[in-house]
């Protein structure tokens, strides 16, 4: 087991595959240049591979894949195919561009649940928002996704006086389609621009949708980061991931491994733990993730310790959110 210094188990690993991106969200990737990580600082696959059976023999059970966009990578399928291979549930999260191109690779890997990210269901709104137009062939990939009958999810970040106004279309969306909508407070991180009146919190996004359906709170389960609620009568449900104002941390069990490498305890956390070098020079790695797990801070990386009306988030030291891995 790899535990930390509360007693969490951490079972659950997040890989990224890469920052790149063919999106340019700002609350993601803020600026339009931007300083990719060179191809050689980034895990190869067989690295990739050797890293996540050292997590699996250790405990892990589920595997994230994540990036930027992991579907850029050209290797990706070779990387999604080899994972395939592990003994854990294997899911990813993506924009969707290319589903199309890589569902054979992500069915014979035996990938259930795939990850939508999708801030609006307005195509102007998608081209201001990820500066790229592309919002059809999105909505036409997670089509074909629940045509085969997959598990989509679809990861919509809520930001005062952008989309918030979009909920209720959202939640309509499930009414006719087996999807799980999850609205997630808007998060400060390294060049976002974030601010407290962007945030759309856990309770004025259940009192927008409470103006026009009833819903009713689903228990769900152990490490879950969401809130899950149902409406009678739709054939999808809605979750609200409350990170800013009602954090999960007391029952966390993930692990973040960036795309060059480097284990974070805590999407928040200030610090990272080289395991790539570790791994190239023949050094034991279990300890270096053992050691890192261990020092976990016991909220949110030990920064985000006050109200978020008062946070300053130019204080917060941590990565942007692309070079984490979403």
């Known amino acids: 087991m790899i535990a930390d210094s ?4 951490h079972d659950y ?13 700002f609350y993601c990737m803020p600026e339009e240049e931007y300083d990719f990580t060179p191809a050689s600082r980034l895990m190869q696959p067989e690295e990739i591979l050797q890293l996540a059976k ?7 059970k589920k595997i994230r894949l994540t990036g930027g966009e992991p579907l850029v990578r050209k290797d990706a399928a070779e990387i999604i195919l080899a994972l395939g291979q592990l003994p854990v549930e294997l899911v990813i999260t993506t924009n969707g561009t290319r589903i199309a191109e890589i569902l054979p690779t992500l069915l014979q890997a035996g990938i259930k649940t795939i990850n939508i990210s999708l801030d609006t269901l307005q195509p ?3 081209l201001l928002i990820t500066r790229r137009d592309l919002f059809h062939q999105v909505r036409s990939n997670i089509e074909l996704l629940l045509q085969h009958k997959l598990i ?5 970040v809520v930001m005062k006086g952008l989309n918030e106004e979009e909920i209720e279309d959202f939640i309509l969306w499930t009414k006719h389609h087996p999807l799980q909508i999850r609205f997630i407070e808007f998060m400060p991180f390294s060049g976002n621009k974030w601010t407290s009146n962007k945030m759309f919190s856990l309770q004025e996004i259940l009192a927008s949708i409470a103006k026009d359906f009833a819903y009713i709170p689903v228990k769900g389960d ?3 980061t969401a809130k899950h609620f149902m409406i009678p009568g739709h054939q999808g449900s809605f979750s609200i991931i409350s990170t800013m104002t009602a954090p999960f941390c007391s029952t966390c069990n993930r692990m973040r491994l960036t795309a060059d490498g480097k284990l974070k305890n805590c999407l928040f956390s200030d610090g990272e733990t080289d395991l790539l070098t570790a791994l190239r020079n023949n050094q034991e790695v279990l300890p270096l993730i053992q050691a890192s797990i261990w020092a976990k801070k ?3 990386g030990g920064q985000l310790n006050t109200h978020f009306e008062k ?8 990565r942007s959110m692309i070079t984490i891995g979403g």
Do not use: P, Y
């Not at 690993?13 to 969200?25: A, K, Y």
């Open 6 to 9: 509360f007693g969490r188990v």
């Open 13 to 25: 690993l997040r890989i990224s595959l890469t920052d790149n991106c063919n999106f340019r969200c």
């Open 54 to 60: 050292i997590f699996v023999a250790h405990g892990v």
């Open 124 to 126: 102007e709104k998608f």
């Open 152 to 156: 989509v999810k679809i990861n919509m």
């Open 222 to 224: 152990a490490h879950d």
């Open 298 to 300: 016991k909220e949110l």
């Open 311 to 318: 946070l300053d988030a130019a204080a917060i030291h941590n």
